[in-house]
C-alpha cells in the first residue's frame, strides 16, 4: 500500500512538472486541482502532501504577472465518485502566498526547508540546553565536593569562614592603637592602687587599649553527631614588651630594638551538641567575671591608663575599678543547653597562686594546691516589652595551702590555708537605642584587680572585698554613641591589720564617644579619672585622654 502511495505521488509530480512544461492551459490547471481535491477526500493524500503539491502546482502554472499579484479562486466543481455518483467537493482559494485555507500563510516550493531548518534549530537548542543543565550539575557536584573550598558570607563582626567540605574556618579578629595623654593629678603612692596620680609626671603613649590585637582561628565541624571545634587565639601588643611575672601583661618597656609580645590566650576545642550541651577542655577566659569584662564599654577604648609611660600588651579599661578580671585560664568546663532563656556552666580549673601584687610585705603568698579552682554561673535572658534582659549570677571557690609571708614564718604558721570564696551579679537591660549594665561583686580571699592579688593579709586572714559599676550607653544614629560609666572596687583589711599603705579604694568616671565609621572600622575618644586611696591618709588620682581607632573583622 505504501508502495503504491509513493508511486502515486511520484506521477502527480511528474504531471505537474510536466504541465508547467509545456505551458499547460488553465483548465488543466483546474483540472489538476481537482484531483488533488478527490485524492485528499479520499484519504489517498495527506494534508502535508496535498499542500505541498498543490503549492508546487500553482507555483510552476502561475504565469509571472500573477505570482506577483493577488491569490486566484478557484471555482466549486463537481467531482465524481468511483460509484459513478456526483457530489459537490467545495474549493477554497488556492493563494500562493497564503495556502489554500484561511489563517494559514504558506511559502510555495520552501516548506520541508523551513521545517528541516526549524527541526535542526530545536534539536540544536535542545543539546544546548541539555548541555547548560549537564555544566550546571557537574558545578554543583564539583562545589559540594570535599577538595573544594568555598567562601561563606560575610558577616560584618563575625570574621571570614571558609568550608573545606565539612570543616568550617573561621578568621576573626581586631587590632587597634590609641594616642593617649595622662596627667597626674598628684598625691602620695598607694600599694595596689591604679592611678598614676603620685607619678608627678605627664605622659604620652601610642599604644593599645584595654584590647590588645587579637587573630582567632576557629575550625568547626560535625562527626557522629557531636558538633567539635578547635580554637587559637594569638593577642599580639604593639608596645615593646618586658619579661616580668604577667609576662605579656607586664609593663612595656619603650626602648630601642625592642619587640613586641606575643599572648597565646586561647587554646583550646569544644564538643558536644544542643541537646547535651558543650563540653571546653583548654584555655580560654574563665567564667567568674567574664560577663563583667565583656560587657564593659572600655573593652573597646582605653579606660583606665596603668603605666602609661610604659604601656604594656593592654590598659586596664576598668579592671580594678569596678570588678576582678576574669582572666584566660586552663579549664574543664560544661555550658548546658538553653532552655526557656535559662543556661547553666561549671568548670574546673587550673588554680592560681595567692599573690603579694602590693608588695613590702603586705599579703600572704600560697604555691601550693592539691584541688582546683571551681567556677560555675547560671543567666536567664528574657524580653518584657521591648526591654531585652539578661540577669547572670556566678560563684568562685578556691583552696589556698600553705601560705608564706614574714609574719607566719616568725610563728611558725607556715601550713596555714583558706578557703578563697566569691560570687557575683549583673543585669544587662536593651532598649531600642538605650543600653545599661549594673554589676555587682563580693569576694573572701579573692583580692582585687587580679585574682587573689592581696586576698589574704600578711597573717593568714583573708580579707574581704567587693566592687560594683554601673554603665550607660546611647546610641544616637546607628553609627555615633556615648557611653558614660562609674565603677569601685574596694579592699577591706583583716582582722588582726593595722592602717597601712594597702589599697583600700580604686575608683574612676569613663565617658566616652564611639563613631562607626565603616562595618569593620571604628574611631573612638574617651575621658577617663581615676582614683585611688590607701587605708591610712594616702590617696592620688589621674586624668586621662585618649583618641584612636579600632578594627574589628
Not at 513 to 536: C, G, K, M, P, R
Request: charge should be neutral; include cysteine; aromatic fraction near 10%.
Amino acid at each position: 500500500m505504501a508502495s503504491k502511495k509513493h508511486a502515486l505521488f511520484a506521477s502527480i509530480l511528474a504531471a505537474s512538472a510536466c504541465a508547467s512544461c509545456f505551458d499547460a492551459p488553465a483548465a488543466f490547471a483546474d483540472d489538476y486541482s481537482d484531483l488533488l481535491d478527490v485524492l485528499r477526500a479520499k484519504g489517498s493524500l495527506t494534508q502535508h502532501e496535498y499542500d505541498t503539491l498543490l503549492a508546487k502546482h500553482l507555483h510552476h502554472s502561475a504565469s509571472p504577472s500573477q505570482r506577483s499579484g493577488p491569490a486566484r479562486a478557484i471555482r466549486t466543481s463537481s467531482t465524481p465518485s468511483l460509484s459513478g455518483a456526483q457530489h459537490a467537493t467545495p474549493h477554497v482559494t488556492h493563494a500562493i502566498h497564503g495556502g489554500y485555507e484561511d489563517g494559514i500563510r504558506f511559502d510555495p516550493g520552501a516548506e520541508d526547508s523551513a521545517s528541516m531548518r526549524a527541526q535542526q534549530a530545536a534539536d540544536r537548542a535542545e543539546a544546548s540546553a541539555r548541555s547548560a543543565q549537564e555544566a550546571m550539575l557537574s558545578t554543583q557536584n564539583a562545589l559540594n565536593s570535599n577538595s573544594i573550598v568555598r567562601v561563606a558570607k560575610y558577616v560584618p563582626g563575625k570574621g571570614l569562614t571558609f568550608k573545606a567540605g565539612p570543616v568550617d574556618i573561621n578568621l576573626s579578629g581586631f587590632i587597634n592603637g590609641f594616642y593617649t595623654y595622662n596627667s597626674p593629678a598628684g598625691g602620695r603612692p598607694v600599694a595596689g592602687g591604679v592611678s598614676t596620680g603620685s607619678s608627678g609626671f605627664d605622659s604620652s603613649a601610642v599604644r593599645n587599649g584595654l584590647l590588645p590585637a587579637g587573630f582567632i582561628l576557629k575550625l568547626s565541624t560535625t562527626q557522629s553527631g557531636i558538633d567539635m571545634s578547635a580554637v587559637v587565639g594569638m593577642y599580639p601588643g604593639i608596645n615593646n614588651a618586658k619579661n616580668g611575672a604577667f609576662n605579656a601583661n607586664t609593663g612595656g618597656s619603650p626602648v630601642g630594638l625592642g619587640t613586641a609580645g606575643i599572648d597565646l590566650r586561647q587554646v583550646y576545642v569544644t564538643f558536644g551538641n544542643k541537646d547535651v550541651g558543650t563540653f571546653k577542655v583548654g584555655r580560654d577566659l574563665a567564667i567568674f567575671g567574664s560577663d563583667a569584662i565583656l560587657n564593659d564599654a572600655t573593652l573597646l577604648s582605653v579606660g583606665s591608663t596603668g603605666s602609661n609611660a610604659a604601656p604594656g600588651n593592654t590598659s586596664l579599661g576598668r579592671i580594678g575599678v569596678g570588678y576582678v578580671y576574669a582572666d584566660w585560664i586552663p579549664q574543664i568546663s560544661y555550658v548546658s543547653p538553653t532552655i526557656h532563656g535559662f543556661q547553666g556552666s561549671v568548670g574546673v580549673f587550673q588554680p592560681l597562686d595567692e599573690f603579694n601584687f602590693a608588695g613590702q610585705g603586705l599579703s600572704a603568698e600560697s604555691t601550693q594546691h592539691s584541688s582546683p579552682m571551681v567556677q560555675g554561673k547560671g543567666t536567664y535572658d528574657f524580653k518584657i516589652g521591648g526591654v531585652q534582659t539578661r540577669i547572670w549570677a556566678s560563684f568562685l571557690v578556691q583552696h589556698q595551702q600553705a601560705l608564706t609571708s614574714s609574719l607566719l614564718t616568725e610563728e611558725g604558721s607556715g601550713r596555714r590555708g583558706a578557703m578563697a570564696e566569691a560570687g557575683e551579679i549583673g543585669a544587662k537591660l536593651t532598649y531600642r537605642g538605650f543600653q545599661g549594665v549594673a554589676y555587682y561583686y563580693r569576694g573572701s580571699g579573692l583580692g582585687t584587680t587580679g585574682l587573689f592579688f592581696d586576698g589574704i593579709a600578711a597573717n593568714g586572714r583573708k580579707r574581704a572585698s567587693e566592687g560594683y559599676y554601673v554603665q550607660a550607653m546611647y546610641n544616637f544614629t546607628k553609627k555615633f554613641k556615648l557611653v558614660g560609666s562609674y565603677g569601685v572596687s574596694n579592699l577591706y583589711q583583716a582582722p588582726g591589720e593595722s592602717d597601712s599603705l594597702l589599697v583600700r579604694r580604686n575608683q574612676s568616671e569613663v565617658g566616652a564617644a564611639y563613631y562607626s565609621l565603616t562595618d569593620w572600622l571604628n574611631l573612638v575618644a574617651e575621658f577617663a579619672h581615676t582614683e585611688s586611696a590607701a587605708h591610712n591618709s594616702n590617696r592620688n588620682s589621674d586624668n586621662s585622654g585618649s583618641a584612636g581607632v579600632i578594627l574589628l573583622f
